[in-house]
């Protein structure tokens, strides 16, 4: 039941948004529905209000490699900001040099996803921020051990009282979090040339272009990524109409279903955003497919049903080029030195 609601769905969209889209007004319109640009400064946080001091603390935790156990792994380890927001691995590497189930999705315009990892278990970035820090795969780290190392540092004590000027007792993993969220928040892309053409500017796209986004919208790839991150907002069986090969789509990883523990949703991710996607090989929960062109052929036979042709793969690419935005500009934080009540790094090399 649950596919043939999402094949009427998409059948749906494809129907309404189908015919001789090219035209320049009655294609912009559409796009102008179905998408919206990423705004210039950073969205706000719910029940997590900003302000410059948690932003600066915030940035200096994201890239703070002694809030894991080893002393080694950051959040920037894994969502490197000035590589697209992620590490450029099939499944990222983690404590003990484990490597990890899935491949690290992009911490970049993250702000705008519905939920957070693949199968959205973090309602928002601040749960996200604690999930890998606790996780044995990841940064093996206690919320009373990652406590105590802050605690250990007289600048990071200071930092969290500014940040949290309210609180008689700031240094706390939950603030942990609440700071990384701030900065994680004000890692967006704007001004693609996607958004320039949202915002009226025929010109912004070139022919290639506007042909892949003509295609991207009658196709229906549209159907599960829009909005402002072109995806991110829904959740989607991977192989509505087929699923793909056991390299692509493991059996062994039923997405969605272990957090909801609902039958309807085996083999269910949240659909991934596609900013910056020409940035952020490789793809899939699984990291398997390394080539764009190929994801989208992929995308056509197993979601949509379609059989894309190597012309249609080759517009829907280039729309999917301009896609990419203004990366953020991060000044590297210095962080402070250690002092001897600060815990020693532990269990990355292993005997």
Known sequence: MRKLTLLAVAAGIMALYSGPVLAADGLMKQAQDLFKPIPDKAPETKNNPANPDKLELGKMLFFEPRISSSHLISCNTCH????????????????????????????????????????????????????????????????????????????????????????????????????????EATLITPNSKFDKYLKGDAKALNDAEVKGLAQFIDKGCASCHNGVNVGGSGYYPFGVVEKPGADILPPGDKGRFAVTKTADDNYVFRAGPLRNIARTAPYFHTGKVWDLKQAVAIMGDSQLGIKLSNAEVEQITAFLTALTGDQPKVTYPVLPASTAATPKPTGMIRK
Do not use: C
């Open 80 to 183: 490197n900001v000035g590589w697209g927001g992620m590490d450029g691995l099939e499944t990222s590497i983690g404590h003990g040099w484990q490597k990890g189930p899935r491949n690290a999705p992009t911490a970049i315009n993250a702000v705008f996803n519905i939920a957070q990892f693949w199968d959205g278990r973090a309602e928002d970035l601040k749960a996200q921020a604690k999930g890998p820090v606790q996780a044995g795969v990841e940064m093996s780290n206690t919320p009373a051990q990652v406590e105590a190392t802050l605690k250990s540092m007289p600048e990071y004590v200071e930092r969290f009282k500014k940040a949290f000027p309210s609180q008689a007792n700031p240094v706390t993993f939950d603030n942990m979090a609440n700071a990384i969220e701030i900065f």
